[in-house]
């Protein structure tokens, strides 16, 4: 059973929006924050956005205003609505567990999704 | 934010040789670093949080150090399956990140 399963990638146009999802299994998600992470073709990984077990959020700057992260803990699923969408948006997206010990919250990533292409193009 | 800078860009070496790849952050991050490694096409993988903790299920092989602005990940004795990416991360102010990444390659 893969812990973390992305969906919802695609190819759009400048201006378009994306919903991304992510579905978690094996672990109790609703206890655990979640992040999105991403990578662009050849280049490195860059996070994105975090939503907490108590549904607080963050965000990166370049996305603030536009990408919306939530959760659905009586389907245990994550979501990354994309809205205005940019071609530097484009990257593979994972979703990735944030760490924990004990009821400590680290703030790294412990289990990964294998990620969803989005493709924004002209 | 915090700007992490990883050198060498690209490390070559052979296995069996040793692997220091280096992390230096535009400001103090105390411990609060880690480390991943990201095989192609693959999800990175949790190596070491906290500067110096093995995650769970890593080979004693890899092991952190460091503290406040310069780090260090330590591949002992390389493995086949070592020579791939390398990225660390930063959790001690937001928004988080990652550094640009360190390859090690086959000499």
């Known amino acids: 059973q893969v812990p973390l399963v992305e969906s919802g990638g695609g190819v759009v146009q400048p201006g378009e929006s994306l919903t991304l999802s992510c579905a978690a299994s094996?672990?109790?998600?609703?206890?655990?924050?979640m992040h999105w992470v991403r990578q662009a073709p050849g280049k490195g990984l860059e996070w994105v956005t975090y939503?907490?077990?108590?549904?607080?959020?963050k965000y990166r700057d370049s996305v603030k205003g536009r990408f919306i992260i939530s959760r659905d803990d009586s389907t245990d699923t994550l979501y990354l609505e994309m809205n205005s969408l940019r071609i530097e948006d484009t990257a593979v997206y994972f979703c990735?567990?944030?760490?924990?010990?004990?009821?400590?919250?680290?703030?790294?990533?412990?289990?990964w999704g294998k990620g969803t292409t989005v493709t924004v193009s002209s | 934010e915090i700007v992490l800078t990883q050198s060498p860009a690209t490390l070559s070496l052979s296995p069996g040789d040793r692997a220091t790849l280096s992390c230096r952050a535009s400001?103090?991050?105390?411990?609060?670093l880690a480390w991943y490694q990201q095989r192609p096409g693959q999800a990175p993988r949790l190596l070491i949080y906290?500067?110096?903790n093995r995650a769970t299920g890593i080979p004693a092989r890899f092991s952190g150090s460091g503290s406040g602005t310069d780090f260090t990940l330590t591949i002992s004795s390389l493995e086949p399956e070592d020579f791939t990416v390398y990225f660390c991360?930063?959790?001690?102010?937001?928004?988080?990140?990652f550094g640009q990444g360190t390859k090690v390659e086959v000499k």
């Open positions: 990735a567990r944030n760490m924990e010990i004990g009821r400590m919250d680290y703030h790294y990533m412990d289990v």
């Open positions: 094996g672990f109790l998600f609703r206890t655990y924050g």
């Open positions: 939503i907490g077990y108590d549904g607080s959020d």
């Open positions: 400001q103090s991050v105390t411990t609060y």
């Open positions: 906290d500067a110096s």
């Open positions: 991360q930063q959790r001690a102010n937001w928004p988080r990140t």
